[in-house]
């Protein structure tokens, strides 16, 4: 089995359902999508998902993120999300997975 095909199927698993909308495109996929947090000296435990400030990370399965682009939007449990950072990362050479940041279109908004 591939590299691909794992990360697929445990995103699958542990992800969430979410739709990448582009300039041409508009795709449901089962994808990683929770803050990114910042490193401090105390120690917290955190549900995923309890922090809504600052960028989120992103991890699609290849075959669905492979089409994303900085600026895209995606629509997770009703939020909108923009892209601000897309990377397709390979294992020895062939494609995985894609990885990126984004922040909450709302935020975009307020402070553009």
């Known amino acids: 089995m591939q590299c691909r095909q794992v990360i697929a199927r445990l995103l699958h698993q542990c992800g969430r359902k979410m739709y990448l909308e582009g ?52 629509i997770a449990d009703g939020e909108n999300f923009l892209l601000e950072r897309v990377e397709k990362v390979y294992f020895q050479s062939e494609p995985a997975y894609v990885w990126g940041l984004a922040v909450r279109k709302q935020e975009v908004q307020e402070i553009g």
């Not at 435990?45 to 960028?55: A, C, D, K, R, T």
């Open 23 to 74: 300039a041409q495109q508009q795709k449901e996929m089962f994808a990683y999508l929770n803050p990114v947090r910042e490193s401090t000296n105390q120690l917290g435990f955190y549900e995923p998902g309890v922090l809504q400030e600052g960028s989120w990370l992103f991890l699609a399965p290849w075959d669905a993120g492979e089409a994303a682009q900085r600026g895209d939007m995606l």
